[in-house]
């Protein structure tokens, strides 16, 4: 049996048949995202494993997942279509149990994820991604900004940064997602949240 690590995609533009790779940044299943038996059983129950499809830095299509409170996760589906159909980069999505649940790591990657049992960073107070209920898009373009935060620089010019106006913020505003983008003490640029 031959096995693919990339499936084929075709399409047509005046006759013309054009090949395309998918490649696939994790397959894993719902089981193996949330693997950590520390996790409070309600909280893990409601979690789903959305499967989404992005362009990349490297300009390719790429598969990857995220994990998100089942409420969520019709709106992040068609989000992230939105997102792909206007070819807005995105780093990577892959579930935060690739880094080992550290937040630290997986925004080094630049990598977007939501669901993290964790607070929220220099508190004990519990994060909205500790439900699901949140989702970092390239972290590390789009940092916490403000006294005491990150120290990394928000340049609106680097391509795959948020802005007020580019359609990823666009499309979950109009799913009633809040943007950290509008926050008034501090900025979080990569942040969305949905109660």
């Known amino acids: 049996m031959v096995y693919f690590f990339a499936l084929l995609l075709f399409f047509c533009v005046e006759g013309v048949v054009f090949s395309q790779s998918l490649i696939v940044d994790c397959n894993y299943t719902e089981q193996e995202a949330i693997m950590n038996s520390k996790f409070p059983k309600e909280i893990v129950g409601v979690q789903e494993l959305v ?3 992005y362009y990349s830095f490297d300009k390719k299509l790429h598969q990857g997942q995220v994990v998100v409170h089942k409420d969520l996760a019709q709106d992040v589906k068609e989000i992230f279509a939105a997102i792909k159909e206007h070819q807005f980069p995105i780093q990577s999505v892959i579930p935060i149990v690739r880094y080992q649940w550290s937040d630290a790591s997986s925004i080094k990657a ?3 994820s939501a669901f993290n049992y964790r607070t929220i960073a220099g ?3 519990m994060s909205d991604h500790a439900k ?3 989702i970092d898009v390239n972290p590390f373009l789009n ?3 403000g ?6 620089s928000y340049n609106p010019l680097v391509e795959g940064t948020l802005t007020a106006n580019c359609i990823v913020v666009k499309e979950f505003k109009k799913r009633g997602w809040k943007w950290g983008g509008d926050w008034k003490s501090s900025k979080d640029y990569q942040h969305f949240s949905k109660k």
Request: net charge positive; hydrophobic share 20%.
């Open 147 to 152: 006294k005491g935060k990150s120290t990394r």
């Open 132 to 134: 699901g209920r949140a």
């Open 51 to 53: 499967t989404v499809q």
């Open 143 to 145: 940092p916490w900004v």
């Open 110 to 112: 630049n990598n977007t």
């Open 123 to 125: 508190t004990k107070k």
